[in-house]
């Protein structure tokens, strides 16, 4: 006798959510559990350096059956100095067209080239079901950073955590449509502040929610956060001021996306 | 580092959360700088015990203050809240809240949020924290000189009356252990599932603000 995958699904969400070991002997007790208990397992996917090797010799860029249950997909590289070294974004990109149902991307540390915009159809199979993305120490032009958001019409929830933007000559676009839901910063003592600061009141941002990580530290000219601030003011409702030293509370929530 | 950060062009502005352990100028002229008519709270989620300190609080109470009698002068018709949130393996129960934002709190609402449990504490015009910390292990509270209204209803000291609903939320947590009995002395008892303590309680003293004096004045027997 098998029990309903809605059952399985209820039992299975007693366990601790980093509790993988239990969801991986639980997978093995019966071929009906397998699907619940994968759903868990991958809902949310963090790629580093340690573990990229393991996931590349395990699992086919062509599994649309296992990729489709992540919601969530975090691929970085730890900061490291010196010398540190970054993931191979292309060797990456094949896994993408998989993910059916992605809702949370996070890249993290890697190089965006500008022609990025000539290659969004990698992204096409989540385009209508992400909802968030974070970007942090991601190199890339703001040509390469409006084409991507814009690519996205439901994201709600953008995150930009020390860009380093690249010199680019081409005439900065626009966004298609305003940028809604919630806009996270983090840039303290960032280069890349002044140039987001003086982009930003050119896009179309209606936000109800602002989060600027470090807006209260010492550091950086608060014109540029107070540019930020008024880009969004009209339709702002919510804003959070962090100073680097409460980063856990915006660590913790983000940790479960 | 320039003018501080300011919100003036946030018409929309409903609530405003301040993650910083130590609140300085620069926070101050924030707060200060709010013109939205909708602000409805303004949270501090401070890693560390400095809220213990007066320091820290005092001038926020004036600050709060100023800022909701500007707002009030706009046209502000909301009751504004100062929540505190913390985490409670890093609270101290015995440092109490008697002198915490006093002045605010004839103005608008104090209240104190347990991250990790969710509990959450509404602090009265002058509610002093280590008694509820008492009454939550109370079996029963005796009140002396009743109020006209049952001590069960939601409002327990007066019908029909606006009263500070904080002091409404604390004193109906309490009622909601037993049934209201009738002791001798005339004071209302209310026994609780325990057994054990009992806590004489005065009526909370009305203030010209619509507020009370509440616990701070009460007898307790143990």
Known sequence: ?257 | MGNPLTLKRCPELCRLEILKNFLGETEHTVISSITSLNLHTIAFLPDTHCYSSPHYWNPLDNIACGLVNKLRALGYKHTLELELQFESAKFDPKLGFRGFLTEFRERGRVRILNRSSGELFNLAVRFSFAAYIVLRFLTHVVVKRVARSSLGSAHPWRDGEPRDLCMTTEISHVCSLGPVQRPSHGADCIPTHTGGMVAVLQPPVPTALGGCTSMDGGNWEG
């Open chain 1, 1 to 257: 006798m098998s029990l309903p995958h809605e059952l399985l699904d209820e039992i299975f969400s007693y366990l601790p959510p980093n509790d993988k070991k239990s969801l991986r002997a639980c997978s093995l007790v019966a071929r009906g559990w397998v699907s619940p208990a994968r759903r868990r397992l991958f809902s949310s996917v963090v790629i580093t350096e340690d573990n990229y090797q393991s996931w590349k010799d395990t699992i086919s860029p062509t599994d649309i059956e296992l990729l489709n249950h992540v919601r969530s997909l975090r691929y970085f590289t730890a900061l490291r100095t010196p010398g540190w070294v970054s993931l191979p974004i292309n060797e990456f990109l094949i896994y993408l067209p998989s993910f059916h149902h992605l809702q949370h991307l996070s890249l993290c540390s890697m190089r965006i080239k500008s022609d990025i915009s000539q290659q969004l159809g990698v992204f096409s199979s989540f385009r209508h079901t992400l909802s968030s993305l974070t970007f942090h120490a991601v190199t890339l032009t703001w040509f390469a950073f409006i084409a991507i958001v814009d690519y996205f019409p439901d994201m709600r929830d953008l995150m930009v955590s020390h860009p380093i933007w690249e010199i680019h000559h081409r005439q900065p676009i626009p966004l298609s449509r305003p940028l809604r839901g919630k806009l996270s910063i983090n840039m303290h003592k960032c280069r890349g502040l002044p140039i987001f600061s003086d982009r930003l009141p050119g896009l179309k941002v209606e936000c109800d929610e602002l989060f600027i990580l470090g807006g209260l530290d010492p550091g950086p000219p608060t014109s540029h956060y107070q540019r930020v601030v008024d880009s969004c003011g009209k339709s702002l409702q919510r804003l959070r001021l962090g100073s680097c030293a409460c980063t856990f509370q915006y660590i913790r929530d983000h940790a479960g996306r």
